[in-house]
């Protein structure tokens, strides 16, 4: 949205229409709403252009379409994407632009993007792409605005006096919501990345507790495992209770780096006790076939703190009141 | 570049102090297991705090070292593998089975005396 402004800005300024401080002060939405109308009234029969660009566009649609499909192929765009689907999320950006042109209100092209990046991030697309198929769509009406009125110059720079800016402006919104979209969705896996991070608790004098909750993927098994040789090196453990309780499932690569962990571990000269282990991960130790004379294993947590301190040398013993 | 070994005590403490070469540990193995006998030692420390790679040689020759020392009738620990190289060791299938191992020299130190406390 923002950028978006600025846009205009420079825009307001080569037609001179209206001041900065207006445009600041006025709501957003009224806003881009507004100065759209007024740049179509500002050349009288630029609105009537512009209904018969849209009706241009709406015309040749199919070969249109078919045509910006291609440019996006050749220019190996979207490559994250099979050729079908360029076509059907073409057709629906096609549909948009040529209503977003016609209205001149961009809130339905804006949703639009963030809901096609919204679709398309988790698959890989990048910036430079949403920016380039753009441009490239631009470049394609362009082109056939050029076929069309290449007769009659005066005409064809009318209708592109019309076109350009709100082209240039449809544009734009849709690179920015992309990016926004982007920034969302970084924001989103940073606070969730905070939030799964896993203490490492000192509970005793040389007894380091690692409880673990959430789903591991190898790369957060890759975080915990830092952590905790850090943590034995600097609290000086000797025993470390990793408990996964919470834990439902882990894959064979996950399941090894924990053990890979528990070895790594005693390496730094400090025994591991894994405990609460769930049918489903004990099935996955057993599969990957790993020597289970090494895993020192018991079943909650309670029992892994008990024999943990047996293994320290504590003895826990009950207050005895006297009468 | 020679590994010096201490002699503190009982024990036998050998500190490595940058990278070696592969010559340079079957050196320090030779050394280690000859003079284990001489000073009448009961445990040997391997220090490798000061090591940030441990390849597939060494690990193989400390492990060597621990299983000679064993049968010169005493006991060895390596002390102070740094994280990184611990996990990678574990990575690489380095896993110096069957070998002692403590954080640090104190650790080791620690280990040893309580070893022989216990057996006399």
Excluded at chain 1, 228 to 250: E, F, P, S, Y
């Amino acid at each position: 949205m923002f950028i978006v402004c600025l846009n205009m800005h420079t825009f307001d300024d080569t037609t001179g229409v209206e001041s900065m401080t207006r445009i600041n002060s006025s709501p957003e939405g009224a806003q881009v709403q507004d100065e759209y109308i007024e740049t179509a009234e500002s050349s009288r029969p630029a609105s009537v252009l512009l209904r018969e660009l849209v009706a241009h566009l709406r015309d040749n649609r199919t070969q249109l379409r078919e045509e910006w499909a291609r440019r996006i192929t050749e220019a190996k765009l979207l490559t994250a994407m099979t050729k079908d689907e360029i076509f059907a999320e073409a057709t629906s950006v096609y549909d948009n632009y040529v209503e977003a042109l016609e209205t001149g209100t961009f809130e339905a092209l804006q949703a639009y993007a963030r809901n096609l990046s919204e679709r398309i991030i988790p698959r890989g697309v990048e910036t430079d792409e949403v920016v380039g198929i753009v441009l490239l769509l631009r470049d394609v009406l362009a082109r056939s605005l050029f076929a069309k009125y290449q007769t009659d110059f005066t005409k064809l720079n009318r209708i592109l006096d019309a076109y350009e800016p709100a082209a240039n402006r449809i544009a734009n919104t849709v690179a920015v919501g992309f990016v926004q979209e982007r920034e969302r969705i970084i924001r989103e896996q940073q606070e969730a990345i905070r939030e799964l991070s896993t203490p490492v608790l000192q509970v005793r004098e040389r007894l380091l507790i690692l409880p673990i909750i959430g789903v591991i993927d190898s790369q957060r098994a890759r975080q915990l495992t830092e952590q905790l040789l850090r943590g034995i090196r600097t609290n000086r453990a000797k025993v470390v209770v990793i408990d996964i309780t919470g834990v439902a499932a882990m894959d064979a690569t996950v399941a090894n780096h924990l053990v890979q962990t528990v070895e790594a571990s005693r390496l730094l000269g400090a025994t591991v006790i894994v405990t609460g282990l769930s049918p489903e991960i004990a099935q996955t130790i057993v599969n990957i076939g790993v020597d289970l004379g090494k895993m020192n294993t018991v079943g909650d947590l309670q029992g892994g703190i008990e024999q943990a301190e047996r293994l320290l040398g504590y003895k826990v013993v009950p207050v005895v009141e006297t009468p | 570049m020679e590994v010096p070994l201490l002699k503190q005590g009982d024990f036998l403490i050998a500190t490595i102090q940058a990278a070696l070469t592969d010559a340079d540990l079957l050196h320090l193995r030779t050394a280690l297991v000859q003079q284990v006998v001489k000073f009448r030692s009961r445990g040997v420390i391997v220090d490798v705090t000061s090591l940030d790679v441990m390849d597939s040689f060494a690990s193989r020759t400390l492990r060597e070292v621990a299983q000679m020392i064993r049968l010169r009738g005493a006991e060895t620990v390596i002390v102070g593998i740094q994280p990184d190289v611990a996990f990678a060791m574990v990575q690489l299938g380095l896993k110096l089975e069957d070998v002692t191992t403590a954080l640090d020299l104190e650790e080791g130190l620690a280990h040893l005396s309580r070893r022989s406390t216990n057996g006399v």
